[in-house]
């Protein structure tokens, strides 16, 4: 039983939903109503989703994203994204994540209503660009030109006082109407920027050319974390039912019967059994092949939740350096695809918020690249032999220093004092061959 739901795919990030109150545990084809609910009070959901969308998000925004800006407006735009204080860097992540859990998340480049004679008196008014986010559930409808570009937009929007209303944007204009037929105006007006506002900002690539929406990046790894949801709670039962041994009692004739017979068979009293054959008391049990499937099954879904993300190498899995090196760059492909998503939403972002302000963005802006998982120590050991062994020219050495230095540095220090160690490597390097040469 496959899930896509919006609701579903952010029940399974946050653990709450149908994984809180139960309901989406399926029972089984004989089971009672009594036991089942007695089953979603002692379900427990173990949550690999969060786990895992939060692995990659920690990794992809360990770094902030290089930028060059030389347009001002953009430059004062990133430090307050939202009109909320929100930087241009948690904005990006928060979008991000909703987007690996939904498949897309749209980002609109709005400005609000109002007019100003000078830039001067449009800062006073605070009449500057902000972002806004719409989910994929409530997109409406969409329309593309003959060259794929998205031409129009409209999004489906509950009001705090639960009536609907259509955001509709084109190229010129926008508007918001009140019906579903888009003909009842509650407002209109134009913004001539000759681009719809609107940002799509995938996880994954769409399938097909003129798709707005894509596959959620999570949806597999949701439907084995449901998976999973349902054979723990089914193992506990299986606990429940089978842990404790029953205590069997003989009994030799008809009235020994009768002086048990309201006798409550369960885990804390007895069977009783004709003792013909050599019958004695004793305690029996249920076998534990059962339990032994289930926990083999248990344990095959939890590897493939690592192995569909990319995390074979922190699931426990004993692997060869090889493998081991293979799933690296397996998961830092996955990254640098995540990266390359949102560095080319944000130049859209940084072209709308440059035509609402009448002029063009320079600049660029490069989201990181690697996200490799070195092991330092295996690092410095080769780094050591190439230099002991004289295979590297004293430029190479250089170089290889200055490598070092930002691999095992570059977290803690900033760019300015990394340019510093580099100045100061290339002068000892240089001190060295004159030392030599005075000595030749």
Known sequence: MALTGEKFLI????????FLDGTYLIAHPRESDEKLERRKKLA???????????????????????RSIETQEYQEFIQDVDRQGT????????????????????????????????????????LRPYL??????????????????????????????????????????????????????????EHKLGVVPVVPLHSTDPLLPNDLTATPWILDIANLNFDLYNALSELRELFRNQTFSIFTIPVKDKA?????????????????YSPEGGGKPDFIAPPPDPVQAYMQYIE???????????????????????????????FNRTLTSFALQCEQAEYKIAELVCRWQDTEFKGYIQYPRDF????????LETAMNAITAQILPPTGVVELRKKLTRDMLGEFVDDKLLSKMDEE???????FTNRLNEEL
């Open 300 to 330: 095959s879904l939890v590897q493939q939740i690592y192995r569909l993300a990319n995390l074979e190498f922190t699931g426990g899995v004993q692997k060869s350096g090889i493998a081991k090196e293979y799933d690296w760059l397996e």
């Open 132 to 189: 806004a986010l719409r989910t994929r559930s409530q997109l409406y409808s969409y329309t593309l030109d003959e060259y794929g570009r998205l031409s129009s937009i409209t999004f489906r929007e509950t009001q705090p006082d639960n009536t609907i209303i259509y955001r509709y944007f084109d190229t010129q204009r926008w508007a918001i109407y009140t019906d579903p037929e888009l003909k009842e105006i509650e407002s209109q007006g």
């Open 44 to 66: 427990v959901y173990p949550n690999y989703v969060k786990k895992v969308v939060d692995s990659y998000l920690s990794h992809l925004f360990k770094k902030s994203p290089i």
């Open 372 to 379: 490799s998982i070195r092991n330092l120590a295996e690092e």
């Open 11 to 18: 029940d399974a990030y946050t653990g709450k939903g149908g």
């Open 256 to 272: 020994d019967a009768e002086k048990l017979k309201d006798l409550t068979i369960s885990t804390e009293n007895a069977i009783p």
């Open 425 to 431: 490597i290339e002068k000892e390097a240089q001190d």
């Open 87 to 126: 930087y241009i860097d948690d904005f990006m992540r928060r979008a991000f994540k909703l987007s690996m859990i939904t498949g897309v998340v749209y980002i609109i480049v709005d400005k609000p209503p109002g007019k100003a004679t000078t830039k001067l008196e449009e800062k006073q008014l605070n």
